[in-house]
């Protein structure tokens, strides 16, 4: 297994910033790249990088890793326009919350001799730049790898080791169907909840001055980065309809059953609600 030493980070925000961070405390040779000169200056004084600039073309000719910290919908045309400077052998991969929207482009994409490994940390902040960057936010976070017909095992035991070097908990396999899905369901799904919630009543911000933290607590993920959240959700549109979808067929029974003061179907719904909670529990117990 080859070591890898040098790793470039393209886009220094809160998860770029945190893997850069994270990385040279750890020993890494890391080089930054970010579109501004405050997120530059911000990882030089903080010391997560090595040297920075705007563009990556001298870093990406000595790197051993390329971790692509942009918005889903910049990595394709990244990869067109800089992908010439990588060098042979090198590893590159991604951040991105959702995959199948461009899995098969940027395969088409990756330059000869060497690979993309899609990834996907299950860590950040709802903040945007590197001034919320952080590397406690990788500590224990779970880790996603996202297998493709074109992934090696060579590829999957370096980043592995990455990973568990600067802090990731579980680190797991899937595809990228399987993938958006759960993201769906686990991730989007409560953000959309959470900013319906608060965008429901003109009076919210009083009731939060009455019911304090388990309102704050609630809507926190409103708080939310309006650029990559869009993207985001129409990037993985059927997956988070469905969900949404599924969330509103059983609001309406709740509804249902409280307006025909139907006690014995909001007691079911109760029990259910427990016993599979209870039953994740002792899941993520194991």
């Not at 918005?71 to 010439?84: A, E, R």
């Not at 945007?128 to 790898?145: E, M, P, R, S, T």
């Not at 939060?208 to 985001?232: H, K, M, P, Q, V």
Request: with cysteine; net charge neutral.
């Amino acid at each position: 297994m080859r070591q890898d030493k040098v790793i470039t980070i393209v886009g220094l925000g809160v998860v770029g910033g945190s893997y850069a961070i994270a990385l040279s405390k750890k020993g890494y040779t890391v080089y930054g790249v970010n579109r501004s000169k405050e997120g530059l200056e911000l990882a030089l004084e903080a010391g997560a990088i090595k040297e920075g600039a705007h563009t990556p073309e001298k870093f990406f000719a000595k790197s051993d890793v390329i971790i692509i910290a942009l918005y889903p919908n910049q990595i394709v045309d990244y990869l067109k326009k800089y992908g010439k400077y990588i060098k042979k052998g090198c590893l590159i991969s991604d951040v991105a919350g959702i995959k199948s929207m461009f899995v098969d482009e940027i395969n088409k994409n990756v330059p000869e001799g060497s690979e993309f490994l899609f990834c996907h940390p299950m860590a950040g902040r709802e903040k945007k730049g590197f001034k919320y960057a952080d590397d406690k936010v990788l500590q224990g976070a779970n880790f996603l790898i996202i297998k493709t017909d074109n992934t090696t095992l060579d590829a999957i035991e370096r980043m592995s080791i990455i990973a568990k070097e600067i802090g990731f908990g579980n680190i797991r396999i899937t595809d990228a169907k399987t993938h958006d899905k759960v993201i769906a369901y686990t991730s989007q799904l409560p953000h959309a909840i959470a900013v319906s919630l608060i965008n429901s009543d003109d009076e919210n911000s009083e009731t939060a001055s009455f019911i304090g933290d388990s309102y704050r607590d609630l809507t926190r993920i409103a708080n939310i980065n309006e650029d990559l959240w869009s993207e985001l959700f129409l990037g993985n549109k059927e997956n988070l309809l469905a969900s949404i979808t599924a969330f509103q067929n059983q609001l309406a029974e709740l509804k249902k059953a409280i307006e025909e003061d139907d006690d014995k179907t909001l007691k079911t719904l109760f029990i259910k609600s427990t016993a599979r909670r209870i039953g994740l529990e002792k899941k993520n117990q194991k």
